[in-house]
């Protein structure tokens, strides 16, 4: 599933698994055995390089839900998908 989204959200970016690794300063082959998903067990420090390539954030690509079109909407409007400040008890009482 996770290679999945993040196959998705770099086709949807008009990215090549070339350009991504460039981005991300990985190897090539790894992207693709990560889009394979011969690589189940993804560091977060390589999703997170991943997710900042492609404009989305870690929960996106993580998450099990979604179609293609949140794919799109993802890379075309990054901010949309960006987790909202949590303020705390005493700064929502102020």
Same mark, same amino acid.
């Given at each position: 599933m996770? @290679?999945q989204?993040i !196959?998705s959200a770099?086709?949807? $970016?008009?990215?090549?698994?070339e350009?991504?690794a $460039?981005?991300?300063g990985? !190897?090539?082959?790894?992207i693709?055995? *990560?889009?394979? @998903? @011969? *690589? !189940?067990?993804?560091? $977060?420090? +390589?999703?997170?390089?991943?997710?900042r $390539?492609?404009?989305?954030? +870690? &929960?996106?690509?993580?998450?099990?839900? @979604?179609?293609? &079109?949140?794919?799109? /909407?993802?890379?075309?409007?990054?901010?949309?998908h960006r987790? !909202?400040?949590?303020?705390?008890k +005493?700064? /929502?009482?102020?």
């Open positions: 996770l @290679g989204r !196959k770099r086709e949807a $970016a008009e990215m090549t698994q350009q991504l $460039a981005a991300t990985l !190897k090539q082959f790894h693709s055995r *990560i889009e394979r @998903g @011969g *690589i !189940k067990d993804v560091m $977060a420090e +390589t999703l997170l390089r991943i997710a $390539a492609l404009h989305v954030t +870690t &929960d996106f690509l993580l998450s099990a839900e @979604g179609t293609e &079109d949140d794919t799109s /909407a993802a890379t075309s409007a990054p901010s949309r987790p !909202k400040s949590r303020r705390t +005493t700064e /929502a009482q102020e």
